[in-house]
């Protein structure tokens, strides 16, 4: 079975600086998908970035950008100059190569973006 | 389009009454529906998945039931609520042109007293 782990339950940013939220996970699989959600206080869910396993390069959503070690089953998501939008939950997911399945998620990091 | 209605936004219901939460989908038809739980504090747990009318996968032994009786509605019921079913239910479906990812609708917020 998969897990994701999200080690930071909360974290902090001033606006227009640049912050790091981490992710790992588990899986015995070598093709998958991995994801970024966002859920602002509104409690919608909203995709922010998708990678796939099989590409080496990392995804960019402008000010979003993740950095994927496959080999250290590490994805982590870099936001650039925070705005204070920016402040929500964000859970990292996980889904299997054959797609239809479910997604599995992390607990989430609260990040609180200060002006 | 992956617009997603769910009904109602919030409910309060007491111990061991009913429940039916809906969830309809717009877009191409035949999609992959989901529901999820988010419980205070914690991530997103898996509920029930369906990839066809009548067909619903359970991922979780509980008191609550899935149906999907149209293509593009999905449906959560119990017939009597626990106190511990109280939650965040939120309603997803996979994209247009993909299943490799998945899009929510706007939730419904339970609380069970």
């Known amino acids: 079975a998969q897990t994701v782990t999200q080690s930071q339950p909360e974290m902090s940013v001033q606006e227009a600086e640049t912050v790091t939220l981490s992710c790992t996970y588990d899986?015995?699989?070598?093709?998958?998908?991995l994801f970024w959600y966002k859920q602002p206080p509104s409690r919608q869910m909203i995709l922010v970035i998708r990678?796939?396993?099989?590409?080496?390069q990392n995804a960019t959503e402008n000010r979003f950008s993740v950095n994927f070690q496959k080999a250290a089953k590490s994805f982590s998501l870099k936001i650039s100059d925070s705005q204070l939008g920016d402040t929500a939950m964000y859970f990292c997911?996980?889904?299997?190569?054959?797609?239809?399945?479910?997604?599995?998620f992390g607990k989430g990091t609260r990040l609180s973006v200060i002006a | 389009s992956q617009t997603i209605h769910q009904w109602p936004a919030t409910l309060v219901q007491p111990v061991g009454s009913p429940l039916s939460l809906e969830c309809t989908v717009e877009?191409?038809?035949?999609?992959?529906l989901y529901w999820y739980r988010q419980a205070a504090g914690r991530g997103l747990q898996l509920l029930f998945y369906?990839?066809?009318?009548?067909?619903i996968s359970s991922e979780v032994p509980q008191n609550l039931s899935a149906s999907r009786p149209q293509d593009r509605q999905f449906i959560l019921s119990s017939k009597k609520l626990l106190l511990s079913d109280s939650g965040f239910y939120l309603c997803?479906?996979?994209?247009?042109?993909?299943?490799?990812?998945?899009?929510f609708g706007p939730g419904t917020r339970l609380t069970v007293l």
């Open positions: 997911a996980f889904m299997r190569w054959s797609g239809n399945t479910p997604l599995v």
């Open positions: 997803a479906r996979d994209g247009d042109s993909t299943t490799d990812t998945q899009y």
């Open positions: 877009g191409t038809s035949n999609p992959n």
């Open positions: 369906s990839v066809g009318i009548g067909q």
């Open positions: 990678q796939e396993a099989y590409k080496q």
């Open positions: 899986t015995s699989e070598s093709n998958y998908y």
